[in-house]
């Protein structure tokens, strides 16, 4: 890479040491990082204490090991170390990918994002913790094209027109200032436009200043400068004070968890998603009942609560008109004009809606770099093809967005149905003792790997696995991988099942895998607490009569006497070794290894 600043006070390209030509400032630091701050406000903040213990274990422990110590202890910072938390640009897909600078990228989910999709990353951020565990992250995760440094934002150590891209990760305005706030916010913008280009855009993340707030993101304040809030009208006052044309989206349940987000302007989609507010975020009481009277509310009255209450804004400006986009491309290509993006860990969705505010079709797209002439493919599922082609967008119809409820027993009565056709459909030779003893085998050198459960009893376990069900007549069948309940969407209206995410299908495998992740995430799903598992377990929990239908089902279906514990362990070590593969740090991860130990406590 090629780096290109300027001195903040002479105004003049620094040279190839990092130092100013004329006042001889140096600008990089033994830390790695670029610093261009002066010594004018020194920020503290409330997770101080907490970053500094991290950074020191990083460096005794490296990165993946202090990261899994730190979320176990912090498992609220968990978001701040996820890619699709940071999707707030993602629409920005022009044909300008050069250079992209983020203010306040925090512990770096926006920056790590758009290094995929940007030649070159700049990452601001004042805290100098937040940056060196922004530098172990990257380091970690091989990406080479971004670069750390601390300024202020209204003086940015950049020439003009240098970036096609500013994203604003939240307004961070100093308390102690002597000018008046709206001096320094339309200070603050007049600076990052100039290092825009003119065909650029800014994207600015920003609190309604009368928003509700959505639990589970309470924000962590800065104790020397603080967020800005403000209301829909003003911000767009500035903006347009400015000189820019703005596109304004809301984003639930925040711009810096932008789960889902779409134009406020659009009526059609506000509606949808206001009709269905409760199935998405339907967390407690107050907004339960708020999501009652969402309801009722035409296209124009969404439009108003949205700016109104709305948590909070993205906003897209640009000084000229606005290029074409990701969006335009997918209107045109789709014939749709109405769509909601939604965040998913591998993915960005896009629901496509018609006019009338139907669901139609729902589209996945990764998370890379568009020139606007890729193809969108359909999914077809065909046995044995049933994993997902490689192209960057796959369109597939809309099934709905109701997962299967494990309290319905119809639902779950659904779900058995379909695996055991499934399973009729696709079964060939059997499963001889040679499969079951490797697997086994091949599981327990990989436990043997995993330091949290070393003392708990999985060899024992998968022994006696081994021994009942090499005492049974399997057949090898197709197995999905992933059968549980997320997996599995249920329409309402004509009772059928659509099973997603085949990322994990196998042609030929064991039988019971299946069957087993679906009772396994019946006892557990991702709001429980241990003890609703412990309940359901002891067969006192709300889980109990589907979990009473499946060993039902399975008895009937494989024609034995099926030792559910036994069955459940071998399941549970599955998970258990997958999330230690590949999500070390979620607490997801921590609730198997307590799964499994309450498992092997039973006789
Ligand atoms: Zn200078």
Not at 136 to 158: M, Q
Not at 369 to 383: A, L, N, Q, V
Request: hydrophobic letters at 35%.
């Amino acid at each position: 890479m090629n780096l290109d600043f300027q001195c903040t006070k002479c105004k003049i390209k620094l040279n190839d040491l990092f130092l100013c030509p004329n006042c001889s400032k140096q600008y990089n630091n033994s830390d790695g990082f670029f610093d261009f701050t002066d010594n004018r406000l020194s920020f503290t903040y409330t997770q101080e204490r907490k970053f500094s213990d991290f950074l020191s274990d990083i460096n005794s422990h490296g990165y993946t090991k202090s990261l899994e110590t730190f979320l176990k202890e912090n498992p609220r910072f968990e978001h701040k170390f996820m890619k699709k938390e940071g999707d707030i640009a993602f629409g920005l897909n022009h044909r300008n990918h050069s250079r992209c600078l983020i203010i306040n990228s925090d512990l770096g989910n926006i920056p790590e994002n758009l290094s995929d999709i940007f030649d070159e990353v700049y990452s601001l951020e004042l805290d100098k913790n937040r940056i060196l565990i922004q530098k172990f992250r990257f380091e970690e995760h091989g990406i080479k094209n971004t670069v750390l440094f601390r300024a202020h934002v209204d003086s940015l150590p950049f020439s003009n027109n240098h970036f096609d891209l500013v994203v604003l990760n939240g307004i961070q305005i100093s308390e102690k200032s002597d000018v008046s706030t709206r001096t320094q916010i339309i200070n603050y913008f007049k600076e990052i436009k100039r290092v825009l280009t003119l065909n650029g855009c800014l994207c600015v993340g920003a609190d309604n200043k009368s928003g509700i707030k959505i639990p589970g993101n309470e924000a962590d304040y800065y104790t020397d400068n603080k967020i800005y809030s403000d209301n829909f009208k003003n911000y767009n006052s500035f903006f347009t004070h400015l000189g820019f044309n703005v596109k304004s989206c809301w984003a639930l349940p925040s711009y810096n968890k932008p789960h889902y987000l779409g134009n406020i302007e659009d009526g059609v989609s506000l509606k949808w998603l206001f009709t269905n507010f409760d199935k998405f975020f339907a967390t407690n009481m107050k907004i339960r009942s708020l999501a009652m009277f969402f309801k009722l509310f035409n296209k124009s009255t969404c439009k108003l609560i949205m700016k109104f209450i709305g948590p909070s804004f993205i906003f897209y400006c640009y000084s000229k008109e606005t290029p074409q986009g990701f969006e335009d491309f997918i209107k045109e290509k789709t014939g749709f004009d109405h769509y909601i993006q939604a965040s998913r860990n591998n993915k960005v969705m896009h629901i496509l809606l018609d006019e009338s505010g139907d669901p139609k079709k729902i589209l996945s797209c990764k998370r890379a770099k568009y020139d606007f002439t890729e193809k969108i493919m359909p999914i077809i599922r065909k046995f044995p093809k049933m994993k997902d082609a490689d192209e960057k967008i796959l369109s597939e119809d809309w099934f709905g967005n109701d997962h299967l409820d494990r309290l319905n027993i119809n639902h779950v009565k659904l779900a058995l149905d379909w695996l055991t056709n499934f399973q009729n459909n696709t079964s060939s030779g059997s499963l001889d003792l040679h499969d079951i003893e490797a697997e086994v085998e091949n599981l327990k050198s990989e436990l043997d790997r995993i330091e949290e459960i070393h003392n708990l009893p999985y060899h024992k376990c998968l022994d006696e696995y081994k021994q009942h069900v090499s005492a049974i007549k399997f057949k090898k069948t197709a197995v999905h991988g992933d059968f549980q309940v997320r997996n599995i969407l249920v329409n309402q209206d004509n009772l059928s099942v659509n099973v997603i995410d085949w990322s994990a299908f196998m042609e030929k495998g064991n039988p019971l895998i299946d069957f087993l992740a679906l009772a396994g995430s019946m006892i557990f799903q991702g709001s429980d607490s241990v003890e609703e598992c412990r309940s359901n377990l002891r067969g006192t929990g709300k889980a109990v009569p589907a979990l009473k239908l499946i060993k039902k089902t399975m008895n009937e279906y494989f024609q034995a006497d099926l030792d559910f514990i036994i069955l459940l362990r071998f399941r549970v070590l599955k998970i258990l070794l997958r999330n230690f593969k590949t999500k070390r740090t979620s607490t997801d991860y921590f609730t198997y290894v307590e799964l499994f130990r309450m498992l092997s406590e039973i006789n």
